[in-house]
């Protein structure tokens, strides 16, 4: 199904100086195969992954699906004891590990296998695979900013119904060029390598995920699709990136973005389309195109068969403009997160998933994202949502970055704490944000402290860790 559109001296992947035919991807996977049949590994066998973008990991793919394997990709650049604990929560026998992956596996359990192979082998298996679309395709951990990463368990027609949803809203063909600017052990990514295979499109691999390798990238290949968080976007912009002719859409999600990047891209001629989703809906469900300025402040329509409701916290349906958590239905929900059955029955009701996002419907039907349940700061008995506060520093010229948390305080019970980024030798003091915000959001809303410190901490989505800035917050407390 997955690559049914191409034919056999077609380029189809790019990376740095290599081009590679689907004749090639098609030998590559069947030394591949050969490879994992010799190792034992059959239908149902979980495989963990720890690979960065490149070519082998979509060879790898492809042949643990030609067995009716699952593969599970795990973000080899977490601390080695989250990668034995994630791993050893699926019970994968088998790690396959990138030659160009620097981490020691040694005190994991199973079989470690280095790849790229050094040998080919004399068998050869043909790609035949066709899925069945309710088996189990993929267990993808989620990027754990809120919590700690859970596996979730998409099915083949999860995978496949979302890349063909967002290839009919937005028209793809043969002659799109997929941009890979984002991790394949995150959905992000990994759905980029399907939306190109099912579409016959190409994939172009940046040789790192660092901005000036998206940008040599954009440069080289001229994508016609790029996908970008917010972070990557903001740092485009700032290099005054101009569009190559072919750009049709530049996909930008994994995060808040707030109105004035957005409006900055827009002023840029950047073909900007705000996206949501998470893993656990198997990419975006959910799109805004900037077409014009007011699309800038809209709220976001459906992608394919998916239906939104707000509900309260007694998982009542909420009318129009009524914040509440937002839950999802459709085709491209997971199935439920591998060996949590109590956090299923939570979140995963009816054929419902309940996201803990809060948002609200308009009279247009369409979705607006405010924040998150678990961010959200009670602070002497009101409700202060952080990514207004966010919004509202980040218009100062001042600041680069900016997070707000909560932390628990005898007076306030808890209180909000802005951390902030200054931008170059920028003067900034507490007064003069509290008089700068004063006009933009309600008295109850201003921060009652404010820390400068010179980065905040991101996962490789660009996602501010809020677990671990508390953490840094309540230590150095401790130590003064």
Not at 435 to 453: D, Q
């Amino acid at each position: 199904m997955l690559l049914r559109n191409y034919t056999n001296n077609e380029e189809i992947i790019f990376y740095n100086n290599n081009r590679i035919k689907f004749e090639s991807l098609l030998n590559e996977i069947g030394n591949y195969t050969a490879h994992l049949k010799n190792l034992g590994i059959t239908s149902g066998d979980k495989i963990t992954v720890l690979s960065g973008n490149n070519p082998e990991f979509i060879f790898l793919l492809l042949s643990i699906w030609n067995l009716n394997a699952i593969p599970v990709p795990i973000n080899f650049k977490l601390p080695f004891n989250d990668i034995y604990g994630l791993h050893n929560s699926v019970k994968a026998k088998t790690i396959f590990l990138h030659r160009d992956t620097k981490i020691n596996c040694n005190n994991l359990n199973g079989n470690i296998v280095s790849f790229p192979f050094a040998n080919k082998t004399p068998e050869k298996y043909k790609y035949e695979f066709e899925p069945g679309l309710k088996n189990p395709a993929l267990i993808l951990f989620t990027s754990g900013t809120v919590s700690k990463p859970r596996g979730v368990t998409l099915t083949f027609k999860n995978l496949i119904t979302s890349a063909k949803n967002i290839s009919q809203q937005f028209n793809f063909t043969k002659n799109d060029k997929f941009l890979a600017s984002l991790p394949f052990f995150h959905i992000g990514g990994f759905s980029i390598i399907i939306r190109a295979l099912l579409n016959g499109g190409k994939i172009i691999i940046p040789s790192s995920l660092n901005t000036k390798e998206i940008l040599t990238s954009v440069n080289k290949f001229n994508p016609t699709v790029i996908s970008v968080v917010p972070t990557v976007l903001k740092r485009m912009l700032d290099n005054k990136t101009e569009p190559n002719p072919e750009l049709k859409i530049v996909f930008v999600g994994g995060g808040p973005s707030h109105t004035g990047l957005i409006k900055t891209a827009f002023e840029q001629n950047i073909p900007v389309v705000k996206v949501y989703g998470s893993t656990e809906t198997a990419s975006m469900i959910a799109y805004r195109s900037i077409e014009k300025k007011e699309d800038i402040y809209a709220g976001a329509i459906p992608v394919g068969n998916t239906v939104f409701f707000i509900e309260n916290d007694k998982k009542e349906k909420l009318g129009k403009n009524e914040v509440g958590e937002i839950v999802i239905k459709g085709d491209t929900i997971a199935d439920g997160y591998f060996n949590k059955e109590n956090t299923n029955a939570e979140k995963f009701r009816a054929g419902k998933y309940y996201t803990s996002d809060l948002g609200y419907i308009d009279d247009k039907n369409e979705l607006h994202i405010v924040g998150r349940k678990d961010d959200i700061i009670i602070s002497g008995g009101e409700n202060i949502n952080p990514y207004k506060i966010e919004n509202a520093l980040l218009t100062h010229p001042g600041i680069t970055e900016a997070a707000v948390i909560g932390i628990d305080d005898n007076e306030w019970g808890q209180k909000a704490i802005a951390v902030i980024v200054k931008a170059g030798s920028f003067e900034l003091n507490k007064s003069g944000l509290k008089k700068y915000l004063k006009t933009r959001v309600a008295n109850f809303e201003i921060p009652k402290e404010f820390v400068f410190i010179n980065s905040l901490p991101k996962n490789e989505l660009g996602k501010v860790k809020k677990s671990e800035l508390k953490t840094f917050i309540l230590s150095k407390r401790r130590l003064t």
